[in-house]
């Protein structure tokens, strides 16, 4: 037996996949963006652009490409939906919007997957967001390419399709926020940090899902995205 400093084991180091690589990211949080597509603020109820609000997952949350993700507990409401996903690979406080892209490692294509009924709840009561986004498998992401390969995407399709039928269509160019501003303005909240990752918001289109449900998304230029939805752990 080897002496450790730990007195339990230390869990392994959330990660993404890199796309045609066997390397990966390692993933340090995972910060999400509300409301940051007009037509997903109307069917929510909104019709506003006001500054960008921030909530997070956990970094184990992350399913990979070809995943399985359990229906999740005490949610008869789950929704899906799709982002696009940046990973910082540098960070700091109070990032300049024009020096904001400097930080980018890579993006890729995620889904933040939402028990609605328990986050609508939880609004009702003026209460944190985490019951209905901060829950296990909630954080399905495809693969990173890095930005030295692709550029910085700010426009192309972002969609997504449940069992074949297309329920989330639209286009980067349609973010209320863009991720210069999206991260300039995290960052004067908390420090960033390299293996941040950041959800942007989702386009409108948002539905229900069920056990047995399959979903296909893609960002054009970024990549594509497939998990299905499980049964229930027991």
Not at 34 to 58: C, S, V, W
Not at 115 to 121: C, G, K, N
Not at 131 to 159: N, W
């Amino acid at each position: 037996m080897t002496d450790s400093q730990y007195v339990i084991a230390p869990p392994a180091q959330p990660a993404l996949a890199v796309a045609g690589t066997r390397q990966t990211f390692p993933v340090r949080r995972i910060w999400c963006v509300g409301r940051n597509y007009l037509e997903h603020i109307k069917e929510m109820g909104q019709d506003t652009r006001e500054p960008p609000f921030f909530f997070a997952k956990p970094a184990d949350a992350i399913v990979p490409d070809g995943g399985t993700v359990p229906y999740p507990p005490r949610t008869k409401d789950l929704h899906h939906e799709v982002e696009l996903v940046v990973a910082l690979k540098s960070g700091g406080r109070n990032i300049a919007t024009a020096k904001a892209l400097d930080h980018v490692w890579g993006y890729c294509v995620g889904i933040d997957l939402t028990r609605r009924d328990l986050q609508i709840a939880s609004r009702e009561l003026k209460r944190p967001w985490e019951v209905g986004k901060a829950f296990d498998a909630s954080a399905p992401c495809g693969a990173l390419r890095a930005a030295s390969e692709i550029g910085h995407p700010a426009k192309g399709r972002i969609a997504l399709t449940c069992n074949g039928k297309v329920r989330q269509d639209g286009d980067l160019a349609q973010l209320i926020w863009s991720v210069p501003e999206i991260i300039a303005q995290l960052s004067e909240i908390v420090a960033l940090d390299a293996g941040d990752i950041i959800m942007t918001g989702t386009p409108a289109g948002v539905a229900a899902t069920v056990a047995g449900d399959k979903l296909a998304c893609e960002i054009a230029g970024v990549g594509t995205l497939s998990v299905t939805i499980g049964q229930p752990l027991k």
